[in-house]
């Protein structure tokens, strides 16, 4: 068996799979695509992470059945299609996966347009805020700004980098304030990581959007926006591209959060006890720090005046403007105390 087929048949989950499994299958094959199948092997259909990311923000969770989420009309081709045709139906469709199917609808193969192509570069700028304090994080911040805690043997602020250039990603711009010579003398212009670095050196801290108003020029496409402490395995093109496609003007990941109620709930009306919940468990969604905005969201902020990124989100919705969430499965986290990055250096070995 080739590699590639081993690969396309560890992608195949049968139809009464959880979304936990999709999710899985997704991270660990790595094509970016699930083949579900029935009891016969025939395909019911295809399963991207945009499918499991609407999925969950219709309210769905972790243990869920696929059912919901299948795609149940993928285009598929037969075995002697010849290759031309199909990167041909793959240009028009926009899509990177077909599926190969015989006579009875079973999967024999899967065409991927990784494997004839490589990794475009993007033009999007990326904006990292590094200029908080780290208070939280003393004695660690003391003569260390935050964004530049080692984890792993190198900055958290480089991993992040390193990590958008894996994607295609060039252009990066660095708030800094707190300590910032530390980070303008470690990456300088950005030359050692072959990207380009230009630099917001704030006054004063003006939150985790007020920095983007002293751009020198505004972005002339969508960019990305990420907290400098947030580490966490999200495909930023991905999250741009699904800004794009919903056609918002500002994007927040956001992540599912549970609390567990420790004491069993009493639900009462008036002075009536009506029912019991024994340690209900909470769900919502919470900001994750990472951000996609048009450059005309840039309208809304004041030049050296404090912003957070939720009053952006606020000051857009006031305007009618589209902002959307997308919700993240990805590993996450946001390292604000000694714990996180406790957790961080052990996760990140």
């Not at 019991?276 to 769900?283: G, V």
Request: charged letters at 20%.
């Amino acid at each position: 068996m080739s590699i590639t087929e081993k690969i396309w048949r560890q992608s195949i989950l049968p139809d009464n799979s959880t979304i936990h499994d999709a999710i899985t299958n997704l991270d660990t094959v790595a094509i970016k695509i699930v083949l579900v199948v029935n009891d016969a092997g025939k395909l019911e259909g295809t399963i991207s992470d945009g499918d499991i990311r609407r999925g969950l923000l219709r309210g769905l969770e972790m243990n869920s059945t696929i059912e919901s989420i299948v795609y149940r009309n993928p285009l598929v081709v037969s075995p002697n299609m010849g290759l031309e045709t199909v990167q041909q139906l793959m240009i028009v469709n926009k899509i990177q996966q077909v599926p190969v199917v015989d006579e009875q609808n079973k999967v024999v193969g899967l065409h991927l347009w990784d494997e004839i192509t490589i990794l475009p570069l993007r033009k999007n700028l990326m904006v990292i805020m590094a200029g908080g304090k780290g208070t939280r994080l003393r004695p660690y911040t003391e003569d260390c700004p935050k964004p530049m805690l080692s984890v792993s043997g190198k900055p958290m602020l480089e991993h992040i980098i390193v990590r958008a250039k894996s994607e295609g990603f060039s252009q990066f711009v660095l708030a800094i304030h707190y300590l910032g010579h530390i980070v303008e003398d470690y990456f300088g212009n950005g030359d050692r990581l072959q990207v380009k670095i230009d630099y917001i050196r704030e006054q004063f801290p003006l939150g985790t959007a007020g920095a983007l108003g002293l751009l020198n020029m505004s972005p002339d496409a969508p960019f990305v926006v990420t907290n400098g402490d947030v580490l966490t395995d999200i495909h930023y093109g991905e999250l741009l591209d699904f800004h794009v496609r919903y056609n918002a003007i500002a994007t927040m990941a956001v992540r599912l959060h549970e609390w567990q109620n420790p004491y069993g709930v009493v639900q009462t009306k008036g002075v009536d006890i009506i029912g019991f919940e024994e340690k209900p468990i909470h769900r919502s969604h919470i900001n994750a720090g990472v951000y996609a905005l048009n450059p005309e969201a840039l309208s809304v902020l004041e030049k050296d005046s404090r912003c957070d990124m939720p009053i952006l989100f606020e000051r857009l919705q006031a305007k009618s403007k589209r902002t959307i969430a997308y919700p993240i499965h990805e590993p996450w986290l946001d390292v604000g105390r000694a714990d996180d990055l406790i957790t961080a250096r052990s996760n990140l070995q």
